[in-house]
Each structure stands twice: as structure tokens, then as C-alpha cells.
């Protein structure tokens, strides 16, 4: 580290910055994990889905390859089969353990991986001194493990939701309140945003985003109205009381096969149980609330209902637009991680000056667009280029974070991306529809 | 009719307009299957492809169930039972009969089906003379019967390539010329577009399009530019020697998976022999060409292909500007249904004022875009709604049509489509890239 | 051939019988596909099934292959690439088409496979000329091609059945009398057997048998009794409005697997319109006969309703000891191909010397025993060997020969055998019970 | 209790034994997973297989349902889902959790399975002094409550060993000696058996027997022999050098389409690395030792290499005979599960008076007989009728025990069976053959 480059003061407070923050990410990891188990740590409950105890080593893994191994120099590997072991996807890294067998996996335990934590932790904290505010490859790498680790934060959720939902003793992750707000959402209003070149994506030199929200680019908008809140639970019952399960009309043809052969009746979790409906939540099964927003939806179940109602899904930068457009006044208190809700909440009454409400938070928002790159993309260096761009095919992209997504972690030009089939996340659903014409 | 209304001359000029074409274009699927024996129109080789027998039969059911049942008062049905044989997916006309299993359906036999169309035909001529100029909604639906009959004509060639495919006695459909150009195809020049607000989509009131076409509407480009002509096969092979089908890099995630489930090596049809490559034609098996452009690509091999080269695919936008753009100046021949030549040819010299070749004709050119609704889309009503929208999901749009496509059926602002990993369909490749600073 | 071997006149006569029975055997098999078109003969419904055209070709492939390329000096193949094409499962003759793929041969044509016979045809009566009467191992190879085609007879019309069965327009394979027999079956009769040691198979130097019937050996028998004739439609009825297909305990485990898997609620071709039941037969949908036997049933079928009805299957040593017990005595006409009635018929009065009825033809008869190799079995050499041994396994034994099976092509221990789960065979049921104490 | 009835010392003996023989048994079930990890227990590695705790929980559900439940008044279920969770197949007791799905229950916890195996066996050694002795279907189902104990033992440790085959870090359950035995076994010897007439199976009142090992009845043999050991590791190999698993003569028909789809190319847990084999073992990867009995063979394997031979497998009527004819000298120490040895293990010298080896423990022996119901077989009342009889199809019999097999378990007429293509039990190979005639 050179001194005079970097001097004192500024580095070592970088470096005490950097450390608080690899220190507490880290640990909310593990602390989702504390309510369980090792063997609820060791279930994979489908293909898509990974144990809890793979995200910790995966997360992990991450770190010491993408940082130990090239940045501190005489690092020793905790144990070089994990090399393979817990490479999720990486091609340039080498061969992986097959996906869906990493419920097989029952050793390494629950406990080694913890040491295994401790060890690449204790060893990042060093680099971090070593490195940080003096090498810019080492602190692109370093947040991008961290915004990593976030990610893998909300799919332990998601994972250890739909693991206990095959269990028929409906065990809970933990005790929560039947909800935080006990108001009924207002009816729905729509807003109105005008037409005209936006600036979409995120800005070179503006701080971390991942590659996919890269470069920023001029779009075109043809004014839009998008819904003030998201659908709730209750608007969702009445499609499923209209017969939308058993009409293709509203139904992508694609939509309409999986209803058939997977026999789809409501979104995942719901049950009908003489004409009474509950749902599976992360507290176990509870009776349905139809102000709660209705989540779990596929791509297929979102767009079926916005035909049903007779209007559409947003795109992608007509969401991004209207979300910046909200973000420069406060929005009050948004359902992300921090609020420890754990559930999406009924939405609260619209504040004058921002009037869409839910758009940080609580879920994420099927939107219309197929996930793409934007023009002039290009995949990062090496294995890291692997991260995003492969998987843009036969995905959609959802907006908005959750109430699983870390507050540090969200961004209006955030693209998050599933297939429409998927179901397991927490995802549900605004409306948007073409701007009347001006009067 | 009212004569007052549609005087004398004009009308009836329609009339024998459409009952000409309704004649050639209904002439061109029968003149299609008359080098194959009933057996060669019986088969069906995969759930993707239907027997000609299906597709002659649909065709007419198309006109029957849209045109003659509800204009032509008194028509009797040719066969009750044909109204669920030959729908092919219209939810909104009742049930359908599987489509895995058409190929099973030996009665009716092709003279049976030959005889429905000769029944169907007399009556749309009736009622071409009672309802042409005078009832719009006829006219729309005759016309829109026309395309969809043009669509099958392309199907049955790629069906039935498909199917002979399968016989390891190579069988050929039509003997034709090794190629019809002696020449070398140059080597490949780069085409700069301006970038800036365009208006793409077909306008209203501009002639026939369908619907996936419309609105019309304005996009924003940036600088690009386009190959002038389709990738050839000799560069193709290039990519094959240089280890592209056994290199995760150059795929997308989903593409890498097909490659490797389904053990591809190379694209559909071709064969290596001793180090010889060779290529199955509608002419039977024959030496691989390497200066005619290369066909039988899903999307993911286009795809991969462009990545190794160090480029992209153009987005649909792109395309049909440059098209349009070319539109204008006189394109000679191009390799269209017409030309006979029913294979693509290697790319003629560029014209000094069209310098783009094969845009019109040859091969589809797999765009980067996602098959999705154009911005204020509405379907039309009924179960003519469901003819493209309720496709708009998992598939990639494709442009420019083949040497299998009528002059009369193609627009630069057609928009033809499949999933990724289909390469049954005749699609090829233009390389695409983003255009330099200018100088 | 050495005149003085075999005598002028006996040689002569094996000759002309040989011819004989070699143009009648070949002559029944086109006189199957006659009623057919081109086009019915080239559908394959399933990958169980084949085309008729690929059974005229196959059964033409084995003589060629078997006979012609061996004995018949200077033979010229009708097309070399046939061997490959209509190869069943001789993986010593070479590399198979695959079975699923058959009905995808379009070419060579109904009308090239028909020319195939007259040419092989006419090359075997010249062998026959040649060969029999003096070669031992000819006249085998014959008589097994002959006993063959008589196989491929019966599998056309199960194929063919399967095949119309599939057609939403019920085609009829030929127009037969509603049935022949007026009269109800009387209510069924046990008739009992004695236990003890017994003979089993088909002797050595007993005239034609296959290698599967062979070596003849003894069983121990311990006393039993048989049901005087095949269980009816109507009784079976009673069965499945009992609850039969809703029960698990009546079926074995892979049995229920198949029948919740599957779906089945009644035997294979059978349909239940508002309350009313239908089966299509070879002459189209018909109203179910309480009379007739039941058919188109699989093992775990004629299994659970032999365990409701609470009895059991007969094994197929005592079927055959039954069978030979009745052989010696005149059964009268026996519902074998050769009546030409195309279905089962309902069970005539016993006759006083005759008792069980049905045994010779009506429906092969699933017995309780798996298909195994008899006590010192040996598979013919070379290619002949994997006619019947290598299908040795999860499979059971049929009994008594069909309506399809010609008169000259069954036996008492002639073994017929198909996996527990399959129904396009002309299959039902005989009860059967230990017989009770001597009293 | 009447201790008139049953007479005090008898009695109270009777119960003593019982209440000893059901301890000893409940605790080896604990004592096999004292190696394991809660994690460990969870892992279920393919539908065939159970996780740990649900063999120690299900093994505890049937005294549970079958014995507290009837015998014991008052009692309480520790659960009362626990009926449905850990039901196997018992379709008279109720629904039961998909099998395939046994992984993904990580609650109840293996420390809560362990307490419900001690709440029941504190309430099943009540129910014993209740009953015991004055009872005698209590007494028949305890002791079938502690015979499938001991089948689900065995199951154990198959169903560990292939979980932890699945774990590239191969890691053993047991630290086992490379092998007990120092010398090279012998060269195969052949054994003569007489034919005639046997008795068969299990006779009635002659002690505890499975319900499919009755009734006894007479059988008839033919004059055979068998090999004095099981095939070794070593002539195994020469049978995969020769090219066996690439000559599809060798194979059944079904055998050799496994080998094609599941790319077989060696028994299961054989590995090939520069042309040496390494096999895991319950102690981890070892190298192949060429003495040592070849085990983890499907029956298609152990058939293939019997005809790669030239000679066959035994019928089971064979092997028991055979077996009964051994049992009433004195078989030094067979390797079943209390020798501790965890593997087979090389042949011992035949000893003059017992010339067979290994015909108990060591491995299961497949033999050539399909499994299938004894005359007079009658399974038991409700739901104990369905512990054997429904699997009697598409299996084979294997005899003998294993390594895994406790002592008092194991009988000459016992019959396990598995179908033909599993592998992961612990299943070798006994050749035998017809003897020659006499001298």
C-alpha cells in the first residue's frame, strides 16, 4: 500500500468501512440460518431450490475464489474439494457437483461449514486490509461478493419456504404477527407518466450495479398509468372465482400448457379446503387475507390476471421510470428485509407527493419485458462475465426488491429475473395499461 | 350486393381479383404435395411437424370454420367430424384432436382430403361473388385465410424435409441443381445505420399485415451495423473446427444445456462422414457447400456463433430499419418460393445502391428479440385473437423470410418466429454490431 | 441333392407341399393389408405397434435374410438397405432401425414392399426347388419363416385395431355380424384336475415347435380346477361397478401403480358414455355384449379381477396338462382365424366328452406364470437363438391362441407372452383354483 | 393375563425372552446410525432408497399401528401424523407421503424419531407383558414386527452406502480392515444335486417364516450343480475385459437396453481411473482386490456373465435344496452381520463335509426364478396381507443373505427379491449348471 497515494486517514477509513460491511453481511447470512436445524440446512426440496447449508458454502466459495486465491498471496484452500463441491455455475472455474444432488451432500456438516465461513472470513478480513482503497479490481470483486451473498440471503428464504411447504406438519421458520397493518388497502388509482426519452439503467461511475443494469441507455416511452399498489389476495380470488383457471382465453399458450399438466388451481401455497383458503407463509399455514398481496405468482398467473382485468403488465423501463420519479422524495418506510416483517403487508395509504406505493419492497413485480441485454452490454472478464449475461434467455425480469431483499441492496434499476413458470419467489404483481389520450 | 353502393365495375374487378388469388394460392399447397405419395403426406416426424395431409386438410378447415360458416348461408359442412380433426389450437372453436398423435389419422385418406378441398374452394367462391367488396369483415378474413394457407406452404416444405430426413434412404423431394450461382460470395463488409427515432411496425390502413405487426409505432436506435450478407457455411464450419460446440463460453445457459442433452455438433441436417461433412437437402443428402449460406440454426447456435465472432444479432428494430432503408431501391430477384431454386443460394454481388444482400428471401435471420407484443397490441376479436398473442412467450422473432416464402407473403415488417432451440425451420444468420464512434 | 437319398416321389411331394404352404402363408399375410389403403398400412400408433407395410417388409427381411442369403446361390438382395431398415431385434444380423421411428418410412412404398415379396417369393420357391427335402437345416429355417409370418399375421391385426382405435372417426376394419352365436354362455363351471407328475413342452422330433416350448420335461402338478370357459364382458362389468379400478387391494403394487399412472378405469378399447359402455372392435364402436369374452385385458387386469373374484390364475403347466387332457377328444371348430369372425365369441355348450371350451382360440389366456426357460433350454446358434430367449424376463405366458391366430400356427404348448402391463393383444382370462380335498 | 392359563414359570419365561430379543433388536436399528450425523440420517439418494431416520421411525410406526394400537389399551399415539408420515405402502392403513419426497421431511428431528422409538418401545414392552404368552396373534406380529426390523437393518446400511456414494469426498462409514482373510480362494469346484421330488419352503409350525415362504409343497428337480463359491471380483473383470458389457449377446433383452440407456460399464461403485478399478466400500474408495466375491450386480448382470460363461444361475428350488442339504452340518462361521465385517469376503476352503461355501451371508445370490406365489399361497388377513404378495411381479428371488443379514433373520427358505435391474443391494452370483448325465 503506498502512502502517499492513499492517504492515511481516507484508506484506513475505507478499510474499517469495507470490513463493518463484509463483517455484517456475512453474519445475516448466517443468522437467517440460525433458526434451523442442521437437517433443515441439509434438505433440497426441488432442482431449482439449494440447501441452506450449500448457500453458506456457495457464498463462501465465492470469496475464496474470486478473492483469496488471486489477492492474498500464500492463502491455503480450507479443503480443495470444495473447489467443486460449491461452484454453482462458473464454466471457467472448472466442473461442478450436480445441482440437483446437492441435497446429497451431507457431509461436509453444517458445522464444518460454519468453520469454513470463519476461516475465509478471518482470511478476507486480512485482504480487506491488504487491498482495499489501493486496488479497484479487489473492491469491485469485494462488493460484488457482498451484493452475492445478499442475493443468496433472499433464496435461503425462498428455499427454506418452499422446503417446508412439503412437509405435512406445516413447520414454521419463525413466529410472526398475523400482519403489521390493520387498515384495508384503499381501491385501486392509477398514475399517469408521460411518454418521451428516458434514461434507463444505471450510470457508469455511480456506484455498484451488476453488469445487467449496465450501460445506461436512452428508451422511449409511450405515456403509460401504472396501479398505485400491488394486487391483493382478495382481487386475486375473485380471477380464480371467474374461472381463470379453467379459461385458456387469458392465458399465454405456453401459461396454459403448465396450468394443464402441472393442474394449477391458485398460486403456489394456496389451499381450498371446504370452500375455506389458506396459505403457506413463512409462520406456517394461515387462513387467507385478501388484503395482503397476492404473491407467488408465475409470469403466466400475473399476465393471465392483467388480460382478466383487461389491461397489461409494465415493461420493464416503464416501471424503471416510475420508480426513479418516486425516489427522489421520501419514500416512508419500505418493506425490505430490515423491517423483519417477512411477509409482504397490506399497502399503506398513497403520500401526496409519492403516490405509488409498494414499488421498494414487500414483492417483486412481474414486468412484461423478456430479460435482454441492453444495448451495448458486455459480460464481465473471465468467470465473472458468467454471472448474468448467459442467463438472458427465456427469462422475465421483476422489479422492486421484497420484504426477503436487504436494504442496501435494492435499486430502482435493479433486474431481478425468473422463468415464467417459476413460482417459489416472492413475487406478485402491478397493473399498468396504456395512457388515455390526453384531454 | 348493393349495386348502387359498389358500382358495377370496381366490384366485380374485386371479385375476380379474389377469386384469382384465392385460386393460385390454393393450387400452390396441392401443387406443393404433388411430388409425395399419399404415405409420403402421412407422416408425421415430430410433435413439431405435421403430415401434408394435416396441413392441407387445416388450411381448408381455416376457411370452412372462419369464412364459410358464418357467410355463406346454408353451407353444409363437408364432414361434421373435421371441425375437431383440423383445428390445430383455437381454444375459442372447441376442443382439438392431439397434436402428437395427426400423424395417426390414415382416414381420412389424402383423396378424401383432396375432395374437402375441392368442396370447400367451390363454396368460398360463391361466396367471394356474393360478399368481396361489399362486407369488410369477408374480405378481411378471406385475406387473412390467403397468408395462413401461405404460412402452411412453408410448413409443409419444412415438414416434409424433416420427415425424409429420418429415412436413411435419403430420399430426395425435387432434383435440383447443385447450386444455381458459380460464384464465390465476397468476403463480408459491414452496413452503417443511423441511429435515432424510427417508426417501425405496420402502419394502419397500409395493406394486409397481421396483427403481431401493429401498431405501428416509434423505437429509438442507436448506430449500428449490419453484415451484408448471411453467414456461409464454410464460416460456419470454422466455428465448428475451432471447438464452438464444445465450449460453454460462446452459449447461453440454456443453449449449453441443449447442446449437451441433445448432443449437438453441428447444426441440423448435416452429417461428418471420414472427415467430410455432409448436408441433407430437399434433394437428398449432398457434400457440404461452404459458399452457400448456413441454414437449419436454432437460435442458440446463431447465437453462439455471433459471441465467438465477437459480435451480436440484430435486435428486430434494427433489422427492419435496414430493410426498410432498402427497401426502397430495386432489390434484383431475390431468392424467394418463386425462384425455385428451393434452397438458399450464396449471396449475389452487393448492388451500389443496395448494399445489403439476402434481406429478402434465402434464410429467416434469428433476431436477438424476444417474440413480444408491440406497444398498444390488441388482438383481434375472437378466436382469431388467439393467431399470434398467445405465442408471445419463449420464442425469438425472425425476419426476411426463405427461399420457401411467396413473394406475395412477405413485408420488412413481418415478424415470423420460433423457440430457441427449434432449427427445423429454414433460419440462418446475419452478424450484427454496434457502429464505431463516428470518424 | 442325392436322387438316391431321397426317393424321386417323396422328395417331390415335400416340394410341392412346402411351395404350398409357403404361397398360402405368404398370400394371408397381403390378404390382411388388402381392406387397407397405402396409407392406413403406413401408421405406427405407438412405439408397441408397427406398421402393417414394415410387417409385410419385415417377414419378407427374414427369409431374405435367413434363407436366401444362405442358401440360394447367386441372390441378389431386392435392395441392400433393406437388411438395415427392416432388421427387428437381430442384433447378429447388424444394426436396427429404431423401432419407434417405423412408421416414419414413407418410402420405399407400400407398392416397392409388395414387389419385395413377389421378389423374394419367387427366390424362395426356387430354394424350396433346390433345398427341401434334402437339407435338414432349410426346411427348419423354412418351416420357422413360415411359423413366423403366421405370428406377424396376428400382430398385424392387434396393430391394425390399435391403430383405427386411435381415429376419432371410429373406422371399421371390416363390417362383421354383431356376433355369431345367439345363444347366453351357461354360468361357468369348475372342472378339476388331478395333481402328479407330468410331461410339459413339446417332444423332441414332435414336428414344428419353437425353441421356447422346448425341452420337454416333467412337472409335478398339485390338484387344481379350470373354469369351463373365459370369464364374459358382463361379468367383468360387475367387477369394475364394484369399485374393481378404485380398489388397491385387488391389484398388485405395479399394477395400481399402472392403473392411477395410466388412468385406466376399464379394459383397453372400452368407453362408458352416459352410463352406457361401448368397445371398439374391428368393425368400429359397438355397445358392449355381456356374452362375449372379455378381451384387451393385461395381466395386472385379469390378476385383480381373478383376486377379487377371489381364485386365482391358472399356471401354464396346469393350463397345458388341461389342454392336452382335451386334445385327444374332437373340439368342434374352435373360433381360430380361419372362421373368419375377427372377434371372440361367446362360449358354446360343453360337450359331454369335451368339457372346458374356448381353450383353442377365441383369446389367448394370461396365465400366472413369467415367461422363464424351461429346465435345459438351449436358444437356437447365431441369430435364430435370439428369437425367444433374450425376451426371457418380466413378461408372463398366454395361453390357447386368438380368433387372429391361423389353425396350422397353434398348440398346446405354444408359449405366447407380453410384458404384465400391455392390452393390444387379443387377451382374456380363465379362472382358476386349487381343487379342495378329496372328499 | 389368566395365570391359570398360562402357567407362571412358562409364561413369565416366554416374556422374558421377548421382552430381551425385542430390546436387542429395537437397539442394533440405533446402534447402525451411532456412526451418522442428524444430517447423514436425512439424505434419501434416489426414490428406491429411505433416509436413516425414516427407517428408524417407519420400523417404529409398525409396532405403533399394528400392535400398540390394537393390543395396547389407552395407549396415545407420540403423533398422530406420524401415521400418515411414516406409512410405507400400507393401503389398507391409510394415505401415505410420496415416497420419492422421504428426504425432504427434516422434521421431525432425528433426536424427536429417537424419542418416539423409545416412547413405543417403553409401551410395547408393556403391551409384551401383557400379552406375551397368552396371545397368539400378539405374539405372531411382534415377532414380524421385529423380522422386518431386522429387513430394514440391511436396508440401512444399502441405503447409507449409496448416499454416501454419491459424495465425491467418499467418505466411509466405517473404518473396516482391508479384508479378514489373507488367502486366494480356491478354483471353482462344481457340486452335484440329485433330482426328484423335494419338499419346499417353509413347512407350517415349524417357527417363524414370511408369509411368501409358504405353504411347503413338493417339488420336482432335475440333476444339477452348483459352483462351491461366489463368483470373485477377479473373474468378474475378465468378463468386462472381454468386452461383456459392450456384446449385446450375452444380455436378456431388457438387461441390454439398461446397459445402453444407463451407460453401464461395470457393477454399480466401480470406478475406472488409468486402467485401475477402485470400488467404494462402506469404508470408502478402495482398490478392486480381485478375491473378494463381486457384488452390487443387477440380476441382468449376474445372467449376462452366467451366459458369457456358458453355464446358468441356480433356480431358487435349486439353491434351497442345496442349502437344506448343507444346513445340517455344521457351517463354520458365516459372514452374516454380527462377524462385524461390513463386506464379503473371500471363500473359505470347502470343508469335507459342508463342500459348499458362502451359501449364508456374505451376499444375496440371485437366482433364475421369477418371484412368484407358492401353490396355496394365501397372503395374511388385512393389512399384514400386503407385506409380500403385491410385489410378485417383474422381481427376482435372491437367497442366502448377506454380510448385512443378522443371524436370526436369515433361513434356507427365505426369499428376498429385487427387480431386475436394481444394484444397490447386496446382491453376487452362484453359477450352477444341468449335471451330465451319469457315469
Known amino acids: 500500500m503506498n502512502a502517499l497515494q492513499h492517504p492515511h486517514g481516507l484508506a484506513l477509513d475505507k478499510q474499517i468501512q469495507a470490513t463493518r460491511a463484509f463483517t455484517n453481511i456475512r453474519q445475516a447470512s448466517t443468522a437467517l440460518a440460525a433458526p434451523l436445524s442442521a437437517e433443515d440446512c441439509q434438505v433440497q426440496s426441488m432442482p431449482d431450490a439449494s440447501p441452506v447449508k450449500w448457500h453458506l458454502a456457495h457464498t463462501t466459495w465465492f470469496f475464496e475464489t474470486f478473492i483469496l486465491e488471486r489477492f492474498l498471496q500464500g492463502y491455503r484452500a480450507f479443503d480443495p474439494q470444495f473447489r467443486l463441491l460449491f461452484n454453482s455455475y462458473y464454466n471457467s472455474v472448472g466442473e461442478q457437483y450436480p445441482r440437483p444432488q446437492r441435497g446429497l451432500l451431507s457431509r461436509p456438516s453444517l458445522e464444518t461449514v460454519l468453520a469454513y465461513r470463519n476461516h475465509v472470513d478471518e482470511a478476507v478480513r486480512t485482504a480487506i486490509a491488504q487491498h482495499t482503497a489501493c486496488d479497484e479490481d479487489f473492491d469491485a470483486l469485494l462488493e460484488l461478493g457482498l451484493h452475492h451473498e445478499q442475493q443468496h440471503q433472499e433464496l435461503i428464504l425462498m428455499d427454506v419456504k418452499h422446503m417446508l411447504s412439503c412437509n405435512p406438519l406445516h413447520p414454521a421458520y419463525a413466529a410472526l404477527p398475523l400482519r403489521a397493518a390493520a387498515h384495508q388497502p384503499e381501491p385501486l388509482q392509477w398514475q399517469t407518466f408521460d411518454g418521451g426519452r428516458y434514461q434507463m ?239
Request: proline fraction near 10%; aromatic fraction near 14%; hydrophobic fraction near 35%.
Open 201 to 439: 439503467g444505471h450510470p457508469a461511475h455511480a456506484g455498484f450495479a451488476f453488469d445487467n443494469e449496465r450501460p445506461a441507455h436512452e428508451v422511449l416511452l409511450h405515456p403509460y398509468q401504472l396501479a398505485h399498489r400491488l394486487v391483493t389476495q382478495g382481487e386475486y380470488l375473485a380471477f380464480i372465482e371467474a374461472g381463470g383457471y379453467r379459461t385458456p382465453d387469458y392465458w399465454l399458450s405456453l401459461g396454459w400448457d403448465t396450468v394443464c399438466t402441472q393442474g394449477w388451481r391458485a398460486p403456489l401455497y394456496w389451499q381450498q379446503t371446504d370452500d375455506a383458503w389458506s396459505v403457506f407463509t413463512l409462520s406456517g399455514r394461515r387462513d387467507l387475507d385478501p388484503d395482503t398481496p397476492v404473491s407467488h405468482l408465475s409470469y403466466f398467473e400475473a399476465d393471465a390476471y392483467a388480460r382478466w382485468a383487461g389491461v397489461r403488465l409494465p415493461t420493464e423501463a416503464e416501471w424503471e421510470q416510475a420508480a426513479a420519479s418516486q425516489d427522489n422524495v421520501l419514500q416512508p418506510s419500505p418493506n425490505l428485509f430490515e423491517t423483519g416483517a417477512l411477509q409482504p403487508l397490506p399497502a399503506p395509504r398513497p403520500d401526496p407527493t409519492c403516490r405509488l406505493t409498494q414499488m421498494k419492497g414487500d414483492l417483486w413485480e412481474w414486468t412484461a419485458s423478456a430479460y435482454a441485454p441492453y444495448p451495448g452490454f458486455r459480460p464481465g472478464p473471465g468467470a465473472i462475465g458468467e454471472y448474468n449475461g448467459k442467463f438472458m434467455c427465456n427469462q422475465y425480469v421483476l422489479r422492486g426488491g421484497s420484504f426477503a431483499t436487504p436494504a442496501s441492496h435494492i435499486r430502482p434499476s435493479y433486474r431481478n429475473f425468473f422463468p415464467p413458470q417459476a413460482r417459489w419467489q416472492f413475487a406478485g404483481l402491478r397493473l399498468a395499461r396504456d395512457a388515455s389520450a390526453p384531454n
